[in-house]
């Protein structure tokens, strides 16, 4: 395939804007291709968008899908003969949601957290979503192995913890979700900061937060661990977040890229006593990430109108449902984690969400670097992935905000800073924030860019960046991200002006780490007493088959041991 | 021998069985109850296709069947696609394409089982866990209007009352076990304490414990049901004081009058422990994959049963999309019913309704729907001749094991054959 003439933006290779063919030939961007051409005469050119944390798949997902027959009523659309029927709006079911981000030029997305017990049920959903490749994000935050080889300062043992659950769970990275309260929740309880102690283990979510970002580096996994923070969702939780990411400044990073990819990072920025003084942090978040280079985030933007909030963080759940007397779904996972749901509408004249949504801009606008802030909305929690257009318009135009900003509860005019930023963005910016910052966070080698032997994964949009201006153009700038004129992914056309031509399965991504084999028998033997003691299934039940993965990209990590070599000689052992 | 077998009787799917194979047969069952072990040593299959002329079934080939039904369903303007809670989730998957390219109705035997359940859920949410989390954590187990004993075997010793686990060594003394339910039934005999409640009083006797809970235990009457108040506030202070609670429910409680709205508000009462001591529940799910036809259903359309297709997209309602009011209604002209057996367990009127329209029975057994089924295509059964996935009552998702090899195609098969002849006939 040829796309012929396109404005590109590929900041990954320092192509800012130029006028170029591309050319994918089987499936990878090439130097010279033969096959069908699109025309892309000067229009906005990206690589195929990559969304590093969104909730698409796995109990969590399907118990909002369960309990919001309402939300299922909305965005009806009929099957055809290229797709299924689709439903669902903060919701969406499988189909919808490769259909959806095709749409908008998106061809990646990792679902953020799921539990190794139950990842069967989220493989059996990726498998299910069209088009798009995609992981998951494994939780290890609350998890028993994990807290006994914390609490016994084993990093050896947790390491090959990490590396079996990956592999267990056919997982992609270590996510940690308000580290120790996943166990706490299991007796009702929950940790109040970092060095507040877990019931029943006595190890703290620092030293959580601390060793699995050791044993993520030791195992040189491709991406960093993903942390979303102990207080999110509190007034004055800004203390918390400073804090975390200065326990992780001493940690080495094995590969180039962050030690810590902090998730939703707005939920984390709030400042305050309480709900009534409650109010932006996000330039004191913003200016740490300024002057410190270990830490990345995701804004998890707010945007108003209805979302469901899901997460493992089940006391936080339970807090919100109390909140806003809404209803409530909760799932403990025996030995690792909980998780909830809570549906909700965020309200433009509410004065909490209105700095909520204030503080997402803020954070993008005043990180100077945007490799290390990449844009979510931490679907569905903040809002919908559909309004991803939104989010860039905004960003692209301070009018835009100030329209908004004039229809909001007035408190964003002294609780934050955002009337007063001026900065706009431009596609650069935009390209690594939704491109090439994302694959590179995650680590994925191949997205986000458009260099030799990059994914055939393309974007093309109804824009002339050389025309318009996102300034004032910014409604139209929102209409052309919602419908890209292409979406290329892997060099078949998938989807052209908002209609979904063709709907090829996606690929799963999961890591595969090596680990010393010492490490891993004494891992065994521990594991194998927990499974006849405390797990309700056998261990030979429990590690998802190759039958849910139906088009792997296995990625390899930790130690390759070469047959012949001393296996105790590794670099693990050592370190260890 | 082959370890840890899969059961695919109940819905607590347990996973450790041992089955002995020889000569491609299963020779013995070991480590299930007798329920289980019956299932998996199978009976009376049904030994080919059969299609019924002049109101007798003769013996037809599987193209003959499949294209026989696929003709079936084409021909119908408002056919029914029912069952799904006993086989594969990948059957599963098959049957909704299948929906999806006929217009039907998918139902599954939620409808006429935990259903009222999943209202209450759309309602109130569900505060759950894994069973796995009651058997480490749970002091107090409460079994209301569901008889484990008998209906749920092994429940009691792998998960709930007897297990033992990190922070319940002592098994079933650490534990109070309490039964609420119409009769002294066998899981009643063996509770600490038994409340018995007048049939169709379950919604009278959750509201009143929501007052007591809420601090307003003064304007309670005296009795509430039959039940003496102070047994009412003696059983909310024991709530209050576990450590772990967790309520299990059964049909006794869905099915008794007040039906969605008594789960409602047990659910709604288990939300409000929390704010005391931790508290979940969880729904008794009777066939071993019910759990996960509704997960799959989800997943595919947004909703976990009653899905109508016939506008092209999915659209649920209730009372409206459901089997037995489309029955009743005579709007049904055609039904594909696959392991499951309407005919013995819908009103007597729905299964009159079900006797006068085609039906395409896919099943590995006979049974009183085979009696009034037009097209019978025998299957092999999922979890011991066929591989697959399953979800456990708590949501746990597991994968059937294939034990032995069998000469009848999976129901992930026969669907994709009846599939491929509705797209024939249509082209």
Redesign the interface.
């Known amino acids: 395939m040829i796309i012929r003439g396109g404005i590109v933006y590929d900041p990954a290779n320092g192509i800012y804007g130029e006028e170029m063919d591309l050319f994918i030939e089987g499936g990878r961007i090439a130097e010279e291709a033969a096959g069908p051409e699109l025309d892309a005469s000067g229009l906005l050119v990206m690589p195929g968008g990559v969304d590093a944390h969104s909730h698409i798949a796995g ?1 969590k997902v ?1 118990t909002g ?5 309402d ?2 009523r909305m965005g ?4 055809n003969p290229v797709c ?5 709006y903060t ?5 919808a949601i490769g259909y959806r981000y095709a749409r908008m030029g998106y061809t990646t997305a990792f679902e953020a957290a799921t539990p190794i ?2 990842a ?2 989220t493989h ?2 990726l498998e ?1 979503i069209p088009i798009l490749d995609k992981g998951a994000l494994t939780l290890f935050g609350s998890n ?1 192995t994990v807290l006994e080889c914390v609490r016994d300062k084993d990093l050896a043992k947790l390491a090959a913890y990490v590396a079996w659950g990956l592999r267990a769970s056919r997982g992609y990275g270590v996510k940690i979700v308000n580290p120790g309260g996943g166990e706490a ?4 309880a929950n940790v109040k900061g970092l060095y507040d102690t877990v019931p ?1 283990f006595d190890v703290t979510p620092a030293e959580i937060i601390e060793s699995l970002a050791k044993a993520n580096e030791m195992l040189g996994l491709p991406h960093s661990i993903h942390l979303h923070f102990n207080n999110l969702g509190k007034p004055g939780n800004y203390t918390t977040a400073i804090e975390t990411l200065d326990l992780l400044k001493g940690v080495q990073a094995s590969r180039m890229r962050q030690v810590v990819h902090i998730a939703h990072m707005q939920f984390s920025a709030y400042g305050g006593t309480g709900w009534k003084d409650f109010e932006s942090k996000g330039p004191a978040i913003a200016d740490y990430f300024n002057r410190h280079s270990h830490a990345t985030m995701d804004l998890g933007m707010v945007l108003f109108g209805p979302a469901t909030t899901m997460t493992a963080d089940g006391p936080l759940e ?1 807090a919100n ?2 909140l806003l007397h809404a ?9 690792e984690d909980s998780s909830g ?2 549906p909700l509408v965020y309200g433009r004249k509410m004065p909490i969400n209105a700095i909520q949504w204030a503080i997402g801009l803020e954070l993008a606008l005043m990180t100077k670097d945007p490799w290390k802030v990449i844009m979510t909305t931490d679907h569905p929690n903040g809002a919908p992935f559909v309004n991803y257009p939104e989010v860039i318009a905004l960003l692209m135009s301070r009018p835009k905000r100030e329209e908004e900003i004039a229809t909001v509860h007035e408190l964003v005019k002294s609780r934050t800073a955002l009337p007063t930023l001026e900065r706009e963005m431009d596609w650069t910016d935009i390209a690594v924030m939704t491109r090439a910052g994302p694959a590179r966070i995650l680590g994925l080698e191949d997205k986000g860019h458009l260099g030799k032997g990059a994914d055939g994964d393309v974007a093309v949009y109804n824009l002339r960046p050389d025309e318009i201006d996102p300034s004032r153009d910014h409604a139209l700038v929102k209409a052309a991200l919602a419908k890209a004129r292409y979406t290329i992914k892997g060099g078949t056309l998938v989807a052209r002006d908002g209609e979904i031509l063709s709907a090829p399965p996606g690929r799963t991504y999961w890591v595969d780490a090596g680990v010393a084999e010492a490490d891993a028998n004494r891992l065994m033997a521990d594991l194998k007493d927990k499974f006849d ?6 261990i ?2 429990y590690m998802v ?1 190759d ?1 849910y993965i139906s088009h792997p990209n296995v990625i390899r990590a930790g130690l390759q041991v070469r047959e012949g070599e001393d296996r105790s000689s590794h670099a693990l052992a050592r370190e260890a | 021998m082959t370890e840890d077998v899969l059961c695919t009787f109940c819905g607590c799917l347990c996973d450790d069985l041992r089955v002995e194979v020889a000569d491609g047969r299963v020779q013995k069952v070991r480590g299930a109850c007798r329920l289980g072990a019956s299932k998996i040593m199978g009976h009376d299959r049904i030994k080919t296709p059969m299609i019924r002329e002049d109101g007798v079934l003769r013996e037809a080939t599987y193209d003959q069947a499949c294209a026989r039904a696929a003709q079936i369903l084409l021909e119908a303007k408002r056919p029914v696609l029912y069952g799904w809670a006993s086989t594969s989730c990948e059957a599963d998957r098959k049957g909704i394409l299948l929906a999806e390219e006929v217009g039907g109705v998918m139902d599954t035997t939620a409808t006429v089982c935990h259903g009222p359940s999943i209202l209450g859920i759309e309602e109130k949410g569900l505060a759950g866990a894994t069973l796995g989390q009651v058997k480490n954590r749970a002091d107090l187990i409460i079994f209301w209007g569901c008889n484990p004993a008998e209906a749920h075997p092994r429940h009691a010793l792998r998960y709930s009352s007897n297990a033992c686990g990190r922070f319940t060594p002592e098994g079933r003394s650490g534990r109070k076990v309490m039964v609420v339910d119409v009769r002294e039934t066998r899981s009643a005999k063996n509770a600490d304490k038994f409340l018995r409640l007048i049939p169709g009083t379950d919604y009278e006797v959750i509201s009143a414990m929501r007052m007591i809970l809420g601090g307003k235990a003064d304007v309670v009457p005296e009795t509430v049901a039959g039940l003496p108040k102070t047994q009412l506030v003696e059983t909310v202070e024991i709530m209050k004081n576990a450590r772990f609670g967790v309520i299990f429910f059964g049909l006794g409680m869905t099915h008794s009058r007040g039906r969605y709205k008594n789960v409602d508000n047990a659910l709604s009462l288990v939300a409000e422990l929390n704010a005391f001591t931790k508290f979940v529940v969880m729904a008794m799910r009777g066939h071993y994959n019910v759990a996960g036809i509704g997960q799959v259903m989800a997943c595919a359309s947004g909703y976990p049963m009653s899905v109508d297709y016939s506008r092209g997209a999915p659209y649920f309602n209730p009372g409206e999309t459901t089997i037995c009011d489309l029955l009743n209604r005579k709007e049904a002209d055609a039904a594909l019913v696959i392991a499951a057996d309407p005919a013995s367990n819908f009103p007597r009127s729905t299964v009159e309704a079900l006797a006068e329209v085609p039906v395409i029975q896919i099943d590995p057994f006979e049974n009183p729907t085979t009696l009034l089924a037009d097209v019978v295509i025998p299957s092999a059964i999922a979890g011991v001749e066929a591989e697959g996935t399953a979800y456990r009552m708590d949501g746990m998702c597991l994968r059937l094991r294939k034990l032995v090899d069998s000469e009848f195609p999976s129901d992930e098969a026969i669907l994709q054959r009846i599939i491929d002849n509705v797209r024939r006939l249509r082209a």
């Open positions: 109990t399907n899908r369960i309990m919001r027959p939300d299922s009806t659309e009929p099957r299924r029927p689709c439903t669902g919701v969406p079911n499988c189909y017990i139950n069967r049920h059996e959903e299910e028993w929740w299991g007796f009702g029943n339970y449902s109390r209803k409530w779904a909760n799932c403990d996972y025996e030995l749901v809570v003691r405390y797990y309700s299934i056998q030979s039940n088959q039958a």
